[in-house]
């Protein structure tokens, strides 16, 4: 029995032909590439998938190999002839000198990809380019008579700087190709404890039924970083945080905890749920956001500036579940730890039996939290009040169950573009951002863009959470930080 038969059913993925444009570039090397070779390890991708490497210069497969090595069997000490498997996968891969803006220039490609197709078989263009160089690709595949029934299209952030410039783009992306052949990669929402955010949403009755105002004080979600902006600078500067990060990771996050339960577990049921959400964000006043800097930024960046590396905001979502319950969001670079995380912190019981007796430490009382890792080390945490163990009468303390992915299941998680170029494949864009979702993020997020035009940070140093800021402290509650990890691995 092959290592794909020992696969479930829901992992079966067709045979597939990805061409990769902008193919030798550092995402490609970084995550695409990588991402597919360890599928291949696994047994999903076959001996019968095709790749074909596009890129303005050709490539050798020996040089090729040189720099995609390191990135496919680093820390990978535990898979099984590993060089020997990368020697197969790269012999998988064709390299091709292709000039997208020269007209034409795709005919020998669409040759050898219709040699021995059918319309089953998907041909994936992932373009890992410029959003600027979209339109001559997309003219160059139609040219090539390559957008089929079964050709996908796959479009990284950053669609777009505003509404305006994202519609652009997109409209030119759906000149050629339709919106249900578009897939537009968002890597957080394909982490395995994002999935596990739906399951245990909606799989599990005894958090679906405490998931609303009547028991949840506030949720807060924080994505920090401890790297700075490094080799991204000259793009950082003209986008900053709140269009890198809030407009498409933070966003999608905090719909997927908000949103209410799909009819069925399908592309456009989960994003009809996640648009919903987005629509009933109440808009934003400065008093409820908060701009940060940290200090050598402008020396980094070689420049006075006041773009902002850090931003917090309270967010409210004006529908029947949520009406008063505030999202405190925020995201940084230079901060005290690498960390993901969403914390749902449960209201106070509503009578203390204990407290009469003096059994209850209200100075170091913690109320009921569940504590979503989304990275690094993966896992749930549920935080509760138990009974100190021992004589002496009731005694109340925080105690904390938790589930760490990592401990919990011996095979190694699959990184995010694992699966979904696995997705792509079968079809499913279930995890892929509509572009009506696309657009009513920014509808969210222009009008802070712009009010923030002028501003200035909060200057705050590195290794902190961020500057000071009196967002929850005005309602009385405070910021839950991540717990510190050395992991700064991107």
Request: with cysteine; hydrophobic share 40%.
């Amino acid at each position: 029995m092959t290592d794909r038969e020992l696969l479930p059913q829901s992992a079966a993925v067709p045979d597939s032909d990805y061409v990769i444009i902008g193919g030798t570039g550092d995402l490609s090397l970084r995550k695409i590439f990588p991402a597919l070779f360890l599928r291949y390890a696994a047994g999903q991708v076959t001996n019968d998938f095709r790749f074909f490497v596009l890129g303005r210069q050709t490539i050798t497969a020996e040089d090729f190999k040189a720099k995609l090595k390191p990135h496919c069997l680093a820390g990978m000490e535990t898979l099984k002839d590993g060089e020997a498997l990368l020697d197969r996968f790269i012999g998988l891969i064709e390299f091709n000198a292709i000039d997208i803006s020269a007209k034409n220039s795709m005919a020998g490609l669409a040759e050898k990809l219709m040699n021995g197709a059918d319309e089953t078989r998907p041909i994936i263009f992932y373009m890992s380019i410029a959003p600027s160089l979209f339109s001559e690709a997309c003219q160059r595949i139609d040219e090539a008579g390559l957008v089929l029934p079964q050709s996908r299209l796959v479009v990284e952030k950053p669609l777009g700087h505003d509404r305006a410039s994202s519609l652009e783009i997109n409209d030119k992306l759906l000149a050629v190709f339709k919106e249900s052949q578009i897939y537009r990669i968002d890597h957080y929402l394909g982490k395995e404890t994002v999935q596990n955010l739906m399951a245990l949403r909606f799989a599990n009755v005894i958090f679906e039924a405490l998931w609303n105002n009547r028991y949840i004080d506030n949720i807060q979600i924080t994505v920090a970083e401890t790297v700075g902006v490094g080799s991204r600078a000259s793009y950082y500067d003209q986008y900053g945080a709140i269009r890198d990060m809030l407009q498409n990771h933070l966003l999608q996050l905090l719909c997927l905890v908000a949103m209410e339960p799909p009819a069925r577990f399908n592309a456009d049921q989960v994003r009809n749920e996640k648009l919903r959400v987005l629509q009933a964000l109440r808009p934003l006043e400065m008093d409820q956001v908060v701009m940060g800097q940290y200090q050598a930024y402008a020396h980094e960046v070689g420049k006075p500036t006041l773009t902002e590396t850090y931003v917090g905001l309270k967010v409210l979502i004006d529908n029947w579940r949520w009406a008063g319950v505030p999202f405190y969001i925020r995201t940084g670079k230079k901060m005290t730890t690498r960390a993901s995380e969403i914390v749902i912190t449960f209201k106070n019981r509503p009578h203390d039996i204990f407290n009469k007796d003096g059994i209850t430490d209200h100075d170091n009382e913690i109320p009921n939290r569940l504590i979503i890792r989304v990275q690094p080390q993966e896992g749930l945490r549920l935080l509760l009040t138990s009974k100190e163990p021992g004589p002496g009468g009731m005694r109340l303390f925080p105690s904390e169950l938790n589930l760490s992915f990592g401990e919990t299941f011996d095979e190694r998680l699959p990184d995010a573009y694992e699966r979904l170029l696995m997705d792509i494949a079968r079809g499913n864009q279930t995890l892929f951002m509509r572009l009506d979702e696309v657009l009513a993020a920014w509808d969210f997020i222009d009008p802070l863009a712009k009010n923030a035009q002028g501003a200035i940070p909060l200057l705050y140093a590195e290794g902190t959470m961020g500057p000071p800021d009196t967002l929850l402290s005005d309602d009385g509650r405070e910021w839950v930080d991540p717990k510190v990890d050395n992991d700064d691995a991107d």
